[in-house]
């Protein structure tokens, strides 16, 4: 089968390749390097995703990867988490005065803030690579600050994560008729950025070596009905 790897930077993109490359499993997985954000991700995979699928050589599955920000204490600097849910998590409008202060794209009715990947393969990949299963959640703007992290978590219960490009590639692979998964290694703490506390080369090394256990689950792709 093929899969599309979409990741932000060149960093994140060399450390899913050479872990695909060492599986050697019968999964073909081109890993590209969108830049970061939604919509870089969004328009660079949807161009690969519909330029393969004319070629006749469409991709099985669109995979989204990198490191992020986990929020605390479930998803620990050094962990990996596997997307239960894509969330746009800022996509929306301020709505002072109610209820709360967010209104999200679809509260609005103007489309999905959340793509759902298939449940038995985000789990089957979170038991393989020994991640936390949950959702993700995808930013415009990093937080930066602890009043943000809570706003978050509590518009989001049970979020692990935060990262920028999920959601785009979950887009364009809805748009392509293609599922999507979301993969990412935690660097840092969702919160006040304190850049001495991050971990860019463990949590590197950590979406490396989850990638190398999920490959094998992905082989599977063709044989086994995913829901």
């Not at 995979?45 to 393969?52: D, I, K, N, S």
């Given at each position: ?10 960093a ?56 992020g ?34 209104a ?15 449940t ?31 706003l ?65 689950v ?10």
């Amino acid at each position: 089968m093929r899969v599309l790897v979409a990741t932000a930077v060149p960093a994140e993109r060399d450390a899913v390749a050479a872990a695909c490359a060492a599986a050697g499993a019968g999964v073909e997985a081109d890993v590209l390097a969108t830049g970061a954000g939604p919509a870089a991700a969004a328009a660079r995979t949807a161009v690969a995703l519909a330029r393969e699928a004319a070629r006749g050589r469409p991709y099985a599955l669109a995979v989204s990867a990198g490191i992020g920000g986990g929020f605390a204490p479930a998803a620990p600097v050094g962990s990996v988490v596997v997307a239960s849910e894509i969330v746009a998590a800022d996509l929306g409008a301020e709505t002072p005065g109610g209820p709360e202060p967010f209104a999200s794209v679809a509260d609005l009715g103007f489309g999905t803030a959340v793509h759902r990947p298939p449940t038995a393969l985000a789990r089957a990949a979170a038991e393989a690579a020994g991640a936390a299963l949950g959702p993700v959640l995808t930013v415009s703007t990093a937080t930066g600050t602890a009043g943000r992290a809570a706003l978050l978590a509590r518009l989001r219960p049970g979020a692990l994560a935060e990262a920028m490009e999920g959601f785009g590639v979950a887009e364009a692979a809805a748009a392509c008729g293609v599922p999507a998964l979301e993969v990412r290694a935690v660097s840092n703490a969702v919160g006040p950025r304190d850049r001495a506390a991050w971990r860019i080369p463990e949590a590197l090394a950590a979406l490396g070596a989850a990638f190398g256990a999920i490959v094998p689950v992905l082989d599977g792709w063709r044989e086994r009905t995913w829901s």
